[in-house]
């Protein structure tokens, strides 16, 4: 749709499926097959989710979104890999 001054506006659902797809989407990664078959780094035992505290797999963003939404989650997943909560760099 677009808006009064001819520029494509999408509505909210859409830029942020866009949001999520592209610019943000290291908010929104954990189960969803980031972790690729046969490789990759292991997850701990979770599920199939990607270890961000990992060597192999250190991502500082996944690490503060997994904190802000389960702690404990992330503290199992930092302990897993060797690693501890607020480290700067992999173990």
Known sequence: MKN???IDDPSPERWMAEQARTRFSY????????????????SGGFSGERNPWE???????????????NP?????????????IGALRPS
């Open 4 to 6: 009064a001054t001819g």
């Open 27 to 42: 908010l929104f990664r954990g189960g969803q097959g980031q972790q690729q078959a046969g490789g990759g780094g292991s």
């Open 55 to 69: 060597a192999t797999a250190w991502d500082d963003m996944a690490q503060v979104a997994i904190f802000r939404a």
């Open 72 to 84: 404990e989650k992330a503290k199992q997943f930092a302990a897993a890999a060797g690693s501890r």
